[in-house]
Nanobody, 124 residues
Framework: VQLQASGGGLVQAGDSLRLSCAAS????????VAWFRQAPGKEREFVAA????????YYEDSVKGRFTISRDNAKTTVYLQMNRLKPEDTAVYYC??????????????????WGQGTLVTVSS
């Protein structure tokens, strides 16, 4: 599976942005999908995940109620809708996919495939 993330950019605090992650590969629908982010000088952190074959979602506490992860299996695309953005949301955002067990949902090691990252910058 190959993943291609896009949609990042420079926005102001309070604005919205939608990230997309286009996947190639027939097995994509079998994988759990997620978004992680990495700010300068910090470790990669979990943002959101969507369980395969279900509508069960998981979010990092700071983005709950503001971000929404979704997938369009017909288009083999994963989205991250980000509303009410804050300067602390500034980071490179990565999409990921894999045969992820539940206990590894929030850790990078739980995912086999990664996109190249897209930069989101939120100005105050």
């Amino acid at each position: 599976v190959q993943l291609q993330a896009s949609g990042g950019g420079l926005v102001q605090a309070g604005d919205s942005l939608r990230l997309s992650c286009a996947a190639s590969g027939r097995a994509f629908t079998n994988y759990q999908v997620a978004w992680f982010r990495q700010a300068p000088g910090k470790e990669r952190e979990f943002v959101a995940a969507l369980r395969r074959g279900s509508s069960t979602t998981y979010y990092e506490d700071s983005v709950k109620g503001r971000f929404t992860i979704s997938r369009d299996n017909a288009k083999t695309t994963v989205y991250l809708q980000m509303n009410r953005l804050k300067p602390e949301d500034t980071a490179v955002y990565y999409c990921a996919a894999g045969n992820t067990i539940l206990s590894s949902t929030r850790t990078p090691v739980g995912y086999n495939y990664w996109g190249q990252g897209t930069l989101v910058t939120v100005s105050s």
